[in-house]
Every structure is written in C-alpha cells, then in structure tokens.
C-alpha cells in the first residue's frame, strides 16, 4: 500500500482583485527528506517552479480563479470540481492541481495559478494543461509533457519537452535537450551536451552547444544555428 504523507500545512487565504470573478490562495507544504523527483500535474493556469539553494521542503502557493461568479456559487464550483493535494509516496512527491472537466457555459474556465519553489537538484516531472510555464534555477532533469503556452526553462541538467504548441525557450542545461514541439519558435542556448528537435512549425534558433544539434524535421520556420562545435545534422 502506497505510503502517504498528507499535506504538512494548508492554509487558505481571500482576495477579491479588480476582476469580475473570484480568488483565493491556498498554501501547500511538504518536506523532500528521501524525496527525489517532483511530479506535477497541473490543468489550467500559470506553473512557476523555482530551485531555492538549502531549501528542504516544497512551498506551493496556488491561486484559484473562477472568472463570473461570486464567492458562494465559487465556493460550490471549488468543492465540487477542484483537485488540489501535495502528497509524498517513498522517494515521489506529487503536486495536483486543476479543475476536472466538465461544462462551464460560456465563461471561461477556472483556473489554479501555481508558484512554486523546490531545493536545487530535485528531479521535475511536469504534465500541464494550459498556460505560461517558467522553471528557473532548478539544475535538475526535468521533463515536461505540454499542451499549449509558451515554457521557459533556465538552469537545469537536462531538458526533455513535448509540447503541443507555445513559444520554448531554453537557457543553460548541462546535460542533453530534447524538444518535440507542433507550433510555435524555439530558442536554445548555452547546452553542454546535445540538442535534438522535431519540430512542426516555427522559427528554431540555437546558440552555444557543446555537442551535436539533431535536427528530425523542422517543418516551416527559419531556422538559425551558431557556435555548435559537434556536428549539425538537419535533413529535413
């Protein structure tokens, strides 16, 4: 049976911003001590994920959005459809945080916004649905499986991203950089190992790659490369 920590501290705090809609914090930690990789799984919303140096514990704050109603009837939207939890099973901690699908009406959705901060070195394992990702200073692997809005990564060992469609860029890994990508540009910089792309549309621009650049198919989109000093393979 799966060993679970519950949530060390939630707490839940009100604003109510300039908008025609409702919002509330909510505050999730959990200590990383025998923990090494982070998965998250987010549906809509903002992912920020930063590597804090000495930081021994993970510190979630989520926002929850619901665009178009007031605090009773997004209360009752909150309960019955919001899946927020921070749990640790043996070496894996696991952020959950959206909405399960369902009709909202001709409103837009609601949405968790998630800052995040994680110690450096902890393995990221990211499943997201919609929205801005920006992952700063984790110097870790991290793997993304994306569904559209733009992802900027810098400092991390290694990178593997599949991505639907959103800008990408990616700035200082070690290790290798893996990008499948449908649309949308794409910038890699300062890789000490190797890149390879597949990529359906959009510019590509990589700069300062210590190895090779693989290059599967870069469908529509200029393509630009410097100071690769591997071999630069692009047949497509």
Do not use: C, Q, Y
């Given at each position: 049976m799966r060993s679970i920590i519950v949530i060390a501290m939630f707490t839940?705090?009100?604003a109510h911003a300039a908008w025609n809609g409702y919002t509330?914090?909510?505050?999730?930690?959990?200590?990383?001590?025998?923990?090494?990789?982070?998965?998250?799984?987010?549906g809509g919303g903002s992912l920020v994920v930063t590597?804090?140096?000495?930081?021994?514990?993970?510190?979630?704050?989520?926002t929850i959005n619901v665009p178009d109603e007031d605090a009773d009837d997004a209360q009752q939207i909150i309960e019955k459809g919001l899946r927020l939890s921070l749990e640790k099973a043996r070496d894996e901690a696991r952020l959950e945080a959206y909405f399960?699908?369902?009709?909202?009406?001709?409103?837009?959705?609601?949405?968790?916004d998630l800052d995040v901060q994680v110690p450096h070195g902890l393995a990221l394992v990211v499943d997201?649905?919609?929205?801005?990702?920006?992952?700063?200073g984790a110097n870790s692997d991290i793997k993304i499986d994306d569904g559209s809005g733009s992802i900027r990564i810098k400092g991390a060992s290694s990178v593997a991203i599949d991505d639907g469609s959103g800008s990408i860029t990616v700035v200082g890994v070690s290790g290798d950089v893996e990008i499948e990508d449908g649309s949308g540009s794409i910038t890699v910089q300062q890789v000490g190992g190797s890149v390879t792309i597949d990529d359906g549309s959009g510019g590509i621009d990589v700069e300062d790659v210590e190895h090779d650049l693989i290059i599967i198919d870069d469908g529509s989109?200029?393509?630009?490369?410097?100071?690769?000093?591997?071999?630069?393979?692009?047949?497509?």
């Open positions: 839940a705090s009100l509330e914090d909510r505050d999730l930690e959990l200590d990383t001590n025998g923990v090494s990789s982070f998965e998250i799984n987010a590597g804090v140096k000495d930081l021994h514990k993970i510190l979630v704050t989520a399960e699908d369902r009709s909202w009406g001709w409103g837009d959705s609601p949405t968790v997201d649905g919609s929205g801005s990702m920006k992952i700063i989109g200029g393509f630009n490369a410097s100071n690769v000093r591997g071999i630069i393979d692009n047949d497509s």
